[in-house]
């Protein structure tokens, strides 16, 4: 089996929570959730992480922003148990560099080519932002201004554009509701918020309804931090969740794509194999089986050919549809959007 490798790009307003969330979902799956794992192909990487998750554990001390023209590289592998499911390309970058000017640091240039080829888009909402919104609804066009709401659809659009341009499918989207503790006010749980959220999504985010998208919304938080989103946090409130879905609905995403893709490919075959069979039939027929003898031998190998390659597409298509099945028992009861409409909750 051939192992996908996915290019995942995030966007997010600086202290959005983007590095912390890293930090939070490489720590849950490096020592494994449900069975699955992840791990740098750069060990030296994996100390990196380790050691600032560590630092957030022992003092309470969130990452940093990241700095101008020093976005963090790193290259995971996904997996579940010893199964290798796809290999992850991920840039860290900082927030500063989702509405800089082209021409004024190199990690502007950088992000929106990556965008063009990236297989998910994560779009990150600070939940402590969205509760100023849903407590007065009047705050909209302000909340928006924080979270870069216009910034990060203009991005989205040009990838999109991009993409359709050179008739490649849409990324995934994942918009990651971080801090989602946040989300709590009065008379208001973390799901009825989130289910405004989702309701509203057309008037908060519209580009993630339109044509030809499909999107997870997903609330994750690293623990119980409060307001604080810079500096020093109580320790004893880290209590990750949810860390590890984009990751999962990525990968689904993809795999699904991909079945779609070997179904053109085998139905292409069977057309081929149709044809291939019906010139051997003809060929077959009286005196004509004695004359193209040679011709009829090609025409026997091609049909091999083809229905070999109908076999293994039918294989790895059956493969990738227990997998997605497997992948979605982890987004039970998680809204996910097809073409502006909700998808039924399984």
Not at 190 to 199: I, K, P
Request: aromatic letters at 6%; glycine letters at 8%; hydrophobic letters at 40%.
């Amino acid at each position: 089996m051939t192992v996908p490798d996915l290019t995942l790009t995030m966007l997010g307003a600086t202290s959005s929570g983007k590095t912390t969330f890293l930090l939070g979902m490489y720590d849950i799956l490096s020592t494994g959730l449900h069975g699955y794992f992840t791990f740098t192909e750069d060990p030296d990487q994996a100390v990196d992480l380790r050691d600032a998750w560590d630092l957030l554990i022992d003092e309470g001390e969130l990452p940093p922003p990241n700095e101008v023209d020093k976005s963090k590289y790193y290259r995971f592998v996904f997996s579940h148990g010893f199964n290798p499911l796809v290999t992850i390309d991920w840039m860290d970058y900082r927030g500063g560099a989702l509405d800089d000017r082209t021409t004024s640091a190199s990690d502007v240039a950088e992000l929106r080519d990556r965008l063009n080829r990236s297989d998910s888009i994560y779009l990150v909402l600070d939940g402590g932002n969205l509760a100023k919104w849903l407590d007065d609804p009047a705050k909209l066009a302000f909340v928006q201004r924080k979270l870069q709401v216009r910034a990060m659809s203009d991005q989205v659009q040009r990838a999109m554009h991009h993409r359709r341009s050179q008739n490649l499918p849409f990324p995934s989207i994942v918009v990651i509701v971080t801090k989602a503790d946040l989300l709590r006010g009065p008379n208001r749980g973390v799901g009825e918020a989130l289910s405004t959220v989702v309701a509203k999504l057309g008037d908060l985010l519209p580009v993630v309804l339109a044509q030809g998208i499909t999107a997870l919304v997903c609330p994750v938080k690293v623990g119980n931090f409060g307001e604080s989103s810079t500096g020093i946090v109580d320790v004893s409130t880290i209590d990750p969740v949810g860390l590890h879905r984009p990751m999962i609905f990525a990968l689904m995403h993809y795999l699904t794509l991909g079945v779609g893709g070997r179904k053109v490919e085998m139905d292409t075959a069977k057309a081929s194999l149709t044809e291939v069979e019906r010139e051997l039939a003809a060929l077959n027929q009286g005196f004509s089986a004695v004359i193209h003898g040679r011709k009829a031998n090609q025409l026997r190998g091609q049909a091999a050919s083809y229905t070999n390659k109908i076999a293994v597409q039918n294989q790895l298509s059956q493969s990738d549809q227990a997998l997605i099945g497997l992948l979605g028992e982890e987004l039970k009861d998680h809204p996910i959007l097809r073409d502006g409409k909700l998808e039924p909750r399984q």
